[in-house]
Structure formats: C-alpha cells, structure tokens
C-alpha cells in the first residue's frame, strides 16, 4: 500500500550541515527555506509502496535552470516573457543502493514530486493534492513496466529502429582523447535550449504547468547526466506555443522531419539564443525521438527531438518515466554516443556492450541473433529485469520498458563493459570544453560551511536564504558562493560589529572559497540613554520636562519595536512627528526661524550654522511646508551620525523599512505589533517571489493604508499628501520643485495615479531592489 511520508527537520551536528527528515510532516516551503543549493537532505524511513523494509533517501539540492534563463509564451496576441519556476531540486539514491536514483522536487505552492528507480523498480513520489498526494508529507506509489499502460504497444514508444541518429556533415571522427580529470565537486555545464510545440502545450493547458514539467523532467535527465558523464544539464531559453497547434510553425509528420524543421527553423531564427546544444519537446504522437551525433556547441547541427511526451509528474501519470528515458536518449546522441549495440571496437573493446538489436548495419553493431544481456555478457538477462541501459534498443524485446534501467552503464554489471558508455560521453563533452570553453563551461559543486557566532543578543540572517541565527548558525553553500550577511539587534541591544571572516559594522559578504566562520556582537544598550534622549525631546520640542507617564509610554515604544527588529531612529521620527504637529506645539505658534532652530536642537543637539538657517528659511519663505522640511532633518546623514553614536548601528532589513514606512509616513505613528507582523509577513511572502511580486504588494498595501478610516481623519491637503508620499516611499523630504510639480499634478489627476507614480519611480524601484538584494527569510 502506498506509505504516508512526512518529514520533520533537524539539523545535525556534523560542520557540513544536513537536514534529516522523519517523514512524517514534510512541508514543501519549509524544505525549500531550510536547504540551500548544494546542502543535503536525509530522508528517513521511507517505506515505498509494496515494500516490506523503510530506507532512506541521501540528497542534495541543485539548480536546473540557469540563472539568466528565459521563457518566452508565444501567444495569439504576442509573446510574454516569464521567470523560470522557484522550484527546489533534489537528486540523490537510495542509502547504500549504488543501483539507486532518486530525484525530488518541491514547490512554493506546496507540490512535490518525485522518481524513486532502484535496478529494474520505479515509484513515483507525491505531496500535495495537484500531484495526487496528500496535502502534508509524501506518499509513493510502485510503477509496473517502468510506466508504460497495458495499451500501449512498443511500435509506439521507443526510438525507431535504426534511423533516430543522424550523422552531421564533415563530424570528425571518434578520438581516443584522455580529459584531465576535474577537481572534486566540479562538472561541465551545458545548456540546453528547448523548443516545444502546441500539442505540448496542450498537455498542460497554461504556462505554468508546462514550465515547471519542463524543470521536473530535466532535474531527472540531468541527474543522470551528473552522475554518469560528469556534465549538468541546464535549461536556458524555452520556447512555449501557448496558442495551441494552429499557432505554432511546425507542420513534420514524422521525428526526423520534425528534427529537420526545428533546425531549420532555429537556424534562420534563433541563432542568437545561448546553448549548447538545444532540444524539441514534441507532444505529437510520433513514436520516438531522433538526434544529430556528436554535435555538442554546433549551432547548426546541435539539435534532438522527443516526442509521444505524456504530461505532468503525479501519481496518477506514472507514464513520464518515458518521457525521461527518451529525452536522456537522444541528448545521448549529441553527447557523441551511438547505440549500445553499435559500441564494438569503442573503449578498446571488440564487442558492443549489448544484443538487443542486430540490424542497424553501421561498422561496430551488433550482426547477430537478439538477446538481453545477462552479467558480463551479451546474452542470458531475463526480461523486465532491467539490465539493458538508456542508450539501447534492449526495450524492444520481451519486458518492454522494463528492460531499461536509468543508466548510461556506469558500474552497471550486465552488458560487456557497459562503462564504456558513460566513459565515452564524458569523454566527449570534457574535449568539446576544451575546445569550447565559452560554451560549456565547468561549475564547482562543492559546498563549504558558513558557521555564524554570536555576542549578545540579535539575529543573523544570509542571502542567498538559510543562515538564521536566532536557531539556524551552521549552513553549507555552494564554493565559489557570495554570502550576504545582516545583523538585527534585539530589543534593547545595538549591533557592534563583525569578526572573523568580516569586519567593520557595515555589510559582510563572504567568499565561500573555503570553510568560513564569522562573528556578531551585540552590545546592551543604555537605558539611560534613550530616558536622556526622550527627555530633550520634550524640551526641545515642547520647551518642558516629560511627565512621568509620557517618558513610560515613550520608553515602552522603543523597547517594543526594537523587539520586533525596527530600527530604534525609527521611534525618535515618529516621536519627533506627532510632537511637532501636536496641538501643545502648534499653540506655540513658533516663527520660521525658531520652527528651523527647534529641528536644530532636537535631531543635531546643536545650534544652526548660519548657512543652515539661511537656507532653511528660504525654502520656507518659497513655500516649503514645515513637514517636508522636518522630513529632510529625519533623514540627513548627520541625524543618522548623531544616532548612531549614541546607539550603535540598529538598522532594519529593508523589508522591515517599508512596513514602518507606512506606518510613520502615512499614519504618523509606530505599529501595533499584530498589523507590524501581519503586513512583514506579506512583504516577504512577496520578497522569495521576486520584484514583481514586491511591487503588487506595496501597490495593494499603500492603497490600503490610504484609503483607511485612520488615515482619511487625518483629513491631509493635497500639499500634506504629497509629503507623505515622499516620507512613505522614498524615505525624505521632497525638494521644493519636484514638491510643487506633483502637488500641481494633483488638480488634473487623481491622488491614485500619482500614488503610482511614486511606486513606479525610478528611485523607489531602487528601494524595491535593495529589498530583495537583502534575501528572502522564511
């Protein structure tokens, strides 16, 4: 029966962190926020459908796409450019099954699947009602006949018999070239562009589901590919017909027709387009694939094509086991390898590795009667035992399917010396890197430990995501890796500074060249010190000593939202903006002069230069509001010097700066513990998901917040309004010019549309990337 999976995190102690599930409530956000690319996951207990034993799955996350992948959906009306999937990959076997694969992958939106092959047995993994699942953990379900229904006959599947490799023109032939071996943890990247068609599109129905199959299938084929000839496959550019089959330029009937098509298609159209080699994912139900040999970084000949793809990975679906099995087939091809019963005479070896078929003809192939190839030779395996591998034709014979084991032939016994295969295709791609270093170059898989300490009291969290100390100090990143450090006191406690493989109290940002360790220190802040601060600015502002019960509220406010990680100058400007438009200070109908001396006093604990007084009164005469101008004071360098003097260094991550934003800048007030943590958890909801997703929500919270009963008894002129919008989204007073400009702006337009202005700024945009260069906490 099919066995409930769940998992439950814990890190170990080991220095190269892993997480270990228990499986019993495994949750797809959590393990994408818990296990950064490169870091493992042991999956324990895993009891797979029909099997008496649990085992457990060793894996490590990895990326399919490439960083500056594009996906392109040609629709009726045009073609729309969207963002690869923000799916996690994880590739690893089964412990202690050299014969084992298993690949997992999970989404934002909660879905999980996965592929479990041990020798000739396959099981499909699901989490999540969309991929058949539950809504929490895994379940598994066994595969009979690798995945292919009891209708379906083997004409119908299968690369076709002697015509799916294409030899390009003038291919030079084989060389026995021996490649330096890579360091530990290295592999070649190639890039694979894909091309699909409108019956592919239709297996979907939407853009998303075809994207993200598309990750699901080459996370699987690249993990062989990783194993077995040292080389990664990621995706590049996608071509997606979202209009259907009558939109698409392809009108073959056959694969090779298709193969020629495609060719000539992206010859004449998408020569520009990065790759190493590119690939038709067809949902035509043409029988099989074909492919050019030896083509790797040949923009002219460098093409395969599937097809008969059969859809989404779920538990229901069990048939994308093909579709792995073809695609990894033909990409064989242009990774230079023929058919495993053609490999006689290659690997100093006479003999091909089997007899599955004996009719191809070409020098080197198998002449004679068919057979499965049994241990260490071409004849004696049983049927649908798996013992033939990816570049055979061994699924012809009896067993179907089932004769394939998802291998190129690395330490596989059966065959005669069926390494070969692997050992070619390595070969081959290592050479083309040589010769083409700016096409397939090599990326470095080893990780190293970042171990986080502390002094005091305060959190640290990384970029890329998975430091947060708090609980979290220990994780492991990719080598080669930038890390981003940032520091948050806790309540009462101001940041230091660095140490270790940082300094200063600014930025950290750590090369992961090796095992790294860095140290923050938190210093207690002195009370008395915001009692004495508190106490100047009722003096300053309001020209008397605080009363008891105004310094507690005050001092309870500091405490409270240094607790919730604000920034502590952010409870003196809001302090400073209610006690400058209150009615005790407006009573004291104060001159422009005196107005400008007060800011003095207040945020520089100075007397104003000349100069300073000078100007300052100038833009009040040329009809500066008193707010934008305290605005500026707020947000000058010497305000923040002065702070930070007396305070250490409390800043916000700058997420946190645009909820307070809107608090002070529109309501003129601190948040309320419940709305701070209700609106940050929505702004960094939408931080994981990109700008896109940061924009909409300052879009619909600013709307929001403006359009609040809180907000419209503020009863703010369209003068006043303005200055809000500066204060809120670009975090200063705005200069008299532009002030005016959009203050006119108001009499033809809508406050709405000028509110949108702001977002759409080029310097709020500028916020909204410093936004997510602070990474995504989950």
Not at 94 to 118: E, T, Y
Not at 228 to 236: I, S, Y
Not at 245 to 253: E, K, L, S, V
Request: with cysteine; proline share 5%; net charge negative.
């Amino acid at each position: 029966m099919a066995a409930l999976l769940a998992a439950m995190f814990m890190a170990s102690s080991a220095l190269a962190q892993k997480y270990v599930a228990t499986m019993e409530s495994a949750q797809p956000v959590a393990l994408l926020a818990r296990v950064a690319v490169g870091q493992s996951l042991v999956v324990d207990n895993v009891l797979l459908d029909q099997e008496d034993s649990p085992v457990s799955l060793e894996l490590q996350r990895f990326e399919v796409f490439a960083p500056d992948a594009r996906i392109v959906a040609h629709q009726p009306e045009g073609e729309d450019s969207l963002e690869p999937p923000a799916t996690g990959y994880f590739q690893g076997r089964i412990r202690g099954a050299a014969d084992s694969l298993v690949v997992l992958s999970a989404d934002p939106q909660g879905v999980m699947r996965g592929i479990v092959q041990q020798g000739n047995k396959f099981w499909i993994l699901a989490g999540g009602a969309e991929a058949g699942g539950p809504l929490t953990g895994l379940t598994s379900r066994e595969i009979k006949r690798s995945g292919l229904s009891d209708a379906v006959t083997l004409s119908q599947r299968g690369p076709k018999p002697g015509n799916d490799i294409l030899i390009p023109p003038g291919r030079a032939r084989r060389s026995d070239f021996v490649p330096k071996p890579l360091a530990a943890g290295q592999l070649y990247e190639v890039r694979v562009a894909i091309e699909t068609d409108g019956e592919f599109f239709g297996l979907f129905g939407n853009t998303t589901a075809a994207t993200r199959y598309i990750g699901d299938l080459f996370a699987y084929a690249s993990a062989i590919y990783q194993r077995e000839a040292n080389a990664r496959l990621v995706v590049g550019d996608i071509s997606l017909w979202a209009g259907g089959p009558a939109t698409d330029p392809w009108n073959h009937a056959d694969p090779i027709q298709g193969l020629g098509d495609f060719g000539d298609y992206w010859n004449a159209n998408r020569q520009g387009v990065k790759r190493a080699i590119a690939h038709f994912l067809s949902g035509r139900d043409l029988g099989g694939g074909v492919a050019w040999l030896g083509v790797l970084c040949n923009n002219q000949y460098g093409y395969g094509y599937s097809s008969s793809l059969q859809g989404d990975f779920q538990l229901s679906n069990p048939q994308p086991v093909w579709d792995v099995v073809v695609v990894s087939h033909e990409i064989g091809h242009n990774f230079d390898s023929p058919h495993t019963h053609c490999y006689g005479g290659i690997g100093g070896n006479a003999n091909p590795v089997d007899a599955c078929y004996g009719v191809e003809g070409d020098a080197g192939c198998w002449a004679g009667g068919e057979s499965l190839p049994g241990l260490n030779s071409l004849t004696g395996g049983v049927p649908g035992s798996g013992k033939g591998t990816l570049m055979s034709y061994c699924h012809l014979l009896g067993g179907g399917m089932a004769n394939i084991a998802l291998t190129f032939g690395q330490n596989h016994p059966y065959g005669v010396a069926a390494s070969r295969v692997s050992t070619a295709m390595s070969n081959y791609v290592a050479q083309t890197a040589s010769s083409s270093p700016s096409c397939i170059t090599v990326t470095n898989t080893q990780s190293y430990p970042l171990t986080v300490g502390k002094t005091g009291s305060g959190t640290v969290t990384s970029n890329p995501a998975g430091i947060n100390c708090g609980s979290d100090c220990t994780e492991t990143y990719p080598a080669g890796a930038t890390v981003a450090l940032a520091a948050v006191p806790a309540g009462g406690f101001t940041f230091a500074g660095w140490s270790g493989a940082c300094s200063g109290t600014g930025s950290c940002s750590v090369a992961m060249d090796a095992a790294r360790n860095v140290t923050a220190t938190f210093n207690a802040v002195n009370p008395a010190a915001e009692q004495a601060l508190i106490t100047r600015y009722y003096q300053a502002i309001l020209g008397r000593s605080p009363d008891s019960s105004g310094l507690a509220f005050w001092q309870g406010e500091i405490e409270r939202s240094q607790t919730l990680g604000v920034d502590v100058q952010e409870a003196f400007r809001v302090m400073a903006g209610q006690f400058f438009t209150s009615p005790e200070y407006l009573s004291r109908n104060t001159s422009g002069t005196q107005y400008i001396t007060d800011l003095y006093h207040t945020f520089f604990n100075r007397e104003p230069d000349s100069g300073g007084l000078s100007y300052w009164n100038g833009q009040l005469a040329a009809g500066s509001p008193r707010s934008l101008v305290l605005f500026h004071f707020l947000f000058s360098p010497e305000f923040a010097s002065y702070m930070q003097g007396l305070f250490g260094n409390t800043a916000s991550r700058g997420e946190v700066y645009a909820v307070i934003d809107f608090y002070r800048g529109f309501l003129n007030r601190l948040p309320d513990t419940n709305g701070f943590n209700y609106w940050l958890g929505r702004f960094r909801v939408a931080q994981c998901q990109g700008a896109t997703a940061v924009v909409a929500e300052v879009d619909a919270i600013s709307r929001q917040f403006l359009a609040s009963a809180e907000y419209t008894n503020r009863r703010r002129s369209n003068r006043d309004f303005v200055a809000d919008l500066y204060y809120a989204f670009l975090r200063r007073g705005g200069d008299l010019n532009g002030f005016n400009f959009w203050v006119n702006q108001l009499n033809s337009r809508t406050r709405d549309q000028v509110r949108r202005d702001f977002i759409q700024s080029a310097e709020f945009q500028g916020r909204v990337q410093q936004i997510i260069n602070q990474g995504c906490v989950r």
